[in-house]
């Protein structure tokens, strides 16, 4: 009997983990990234607490089970995290926050324009630079320099989906009858970490929004000036 | 006699092992250029030596503000993300999401015929299961006003976030008649995602009510996560205690 329920939790062990490893990010991303270092999670950009600042946070690495998966998971030295900003309208970053990890750290350069833009980055280190202590479960560290706050380092992840019904739905699984009633449903993030870099940035150090991208291209009207912004992760080669 | 060979035999011996002794005994000190000294302790992960920081400062490590760390070398992109979820719903292989990931975001145009493939793609699955011809269960016109073409221009060619530095952020609040003004972190945005696919113009397409399919909601909330918090604004790393 004892040894019955042994298998069942060992079996539901492997399945969760079979799970997971095939579900990973973007929340369900290509194989050449999928589970990797440089893979992304997602995405957010918001007004800070303080209203004359914005808020970006990548989630990078998702799907960390908590204890030794979270506690074991780092940034990669070799992979670079670049907000990108564009300032006018024309859907090129003409402004880029970088991280990195060095050691136990990461460093962050910018806003600043980059040297150049597109798939291919160089670091710009002749511009503002911070440096903040990796965070991990148990300790919190915030760095907070020339009106930016910085933080990195494992943290719940803020994403809530029924990934494995959407993937039943995708794949022709769940017709006719779609997603699940709320009693059915099941919030796949509920219970994982993902690593996390968060920025906030004065709108000063912005420059000025252009006007909001889908009214200019004439998809909606009477839309505030907006920023259009992005993440990417990029290697060295 | 007998003796005298023996004894010259044993003298051999020891000559031959002390020869073989100084083979393995040299006096050139090239096993330790400074560098050794350098590499053990400035790259291990711990402070240790005179060091000032974690592998930094002190006689031979890079100092600790940075300004002699390694920055160099040429990144190129490996992922990339905007808005929620676009990759995910609309890259229907391996193949094209791979290429989308690897894509830079003013150069998509070629993503659009693909996703709007895709959009069709999910009402066939849905015709197909209700025994309606595919042609005759398609795309409608979302709660923008948004056809097949605009809404799959929007996502493949414009996907970023919008982020509005002098107004509240809210992905799309159709009632409150704010639109793409960012992203928060209580922002249902699969919801809103799956409104825009499946909801046609009033939103309640695809709604489960009347015998149709369950697509305009996962049916999931934030939860018991908390996105109230001071910044980082995220909550910590859960544990197993």
């Not at chain 2, 809404?151 to 996907?159: G, K, P, Q, R």
Request: hydrophobic content about 40%; aromatic content about 12%.
């Amino acid at each position: 009997m004892k040894k019955t329920k042994l298998f069942a939790v060992i079996g539901t062990l492997f399945l969760l983990l079979l799970c997971i490893t095939f579900i990973s990010s973007d929340h369900l991303d290509g194989t050449n990234i999928e589970g990797t270092t440089s893979d992304i999670a997602d995405f957010y950009a918001f007004e800070g607490e303080n209203t004359d600042s914005t808020v970006f946070i990548a989630t990078i690495q998702g799907n960390l089970i908590p204890g030794e998966i979270t506690d074991n998971a780092n940034f990669d030295e070799d992979v670079l995290v670049e907000f990108n900003i564009d300032n006018t309208g024309d859907f090129v970053e003409d402004l880029v926050i970088q991280a990195i990890r060095r050691g136990d750290s990461i460093h962050f350069f910018g806003p600043v324009a980059p040297n150049q833009t597109g798939i291919e980055s160089q670091i710009m280190t002749s511009t503002i630079h911070n440096v903040v202590q990796i965070s991990t479960s148990s300790e919190t560290f915030i760095s907070n320099e020339n009106g930016m706050s910085y933080f990195a380092g494992p943290r719940r992840d803020p994403f809530y989906f029924d990934m494995n019904r959407f993937i039943n739905i995708k794949s022709g699984n769940a017709a006719p009858e779609g997603f699940f009633t709320p009693e059915e449903s099941s919030d796949f993030f509920q219970e994982l970490n993902s690593l996390a870099i968060v920025i906030e940035v004065p709108n000063s150090l912005l420059g000025d929004a252009p006007t909001h991208i889908l009214e200019s291209q004439g998809y909606l009207n009477d839309l505030p000036e907006a920023y259009n912004v992005w993440v990417t992760t990029k290697r060295k080669q | 006699m007998k003796n005298i060979i023996f004894y010259t035999r044993k003298f051999s011996l020891l000559l031959l092992l002390a020869f073989n002794l100084l083979l393995f005994i040299q006096c050139v000190d090239d096993d330790d250029n400074g560098n050794v000294i350098y590499q053990e302790t400035c790259d291990d992960g711990i402070q240790n030596g005179n060091e000032q920081g974690v592998d930094c400062g002190g006689e031979f490590c890079s100092p600790c503000d940075g300004s002699g760390i390694n920055f160099e070398g040429t990144f190129v992109q490996e992922d990339i993300a905007g808005r929620p979820a676009v990759n995910m719903i609309f890259g229907f292989s391996d193949l094209a999401q791979n290429e989308y990931n690897v894509s830079s975001v003013s150069n998509r145009s070629t993503f659009q015929e693909p996703f709007e493939i895709a959009l069709e793609a999910y009402h066939d699955i849905y015709a197909l299961s209700l025994d309606i011809p595919i042609e005759e269960l398609d795309y409608e016109t979302n709660i923008l006003n948004w056809n097949a073409n605009v809404f799959t221009t929007v996502l493949s060619e414009y996907d970023a976030l919008q982020v509005a530095p002098n107004a509240p952020t809210t992905y799309l609040d159709a009632d409150e008649n704010i639109f793409f003004t960012g992203r928060s972190l209580s922002d249902d945005v699969m919801d809103i995602t799956l409104k825009l696919i499946f909801g046609g113009v009033n939103g309640n397409r695809f709604d489960g009510s009347n015998d149709t399919p369950q697509l305009t909601t996962d049916a999931i909330g934030q939860g018991n996560r908390d996105f109230s918090l001071s910044f980082p604004y995220l909550e910590p790393a859960l544990t197993l205690d």
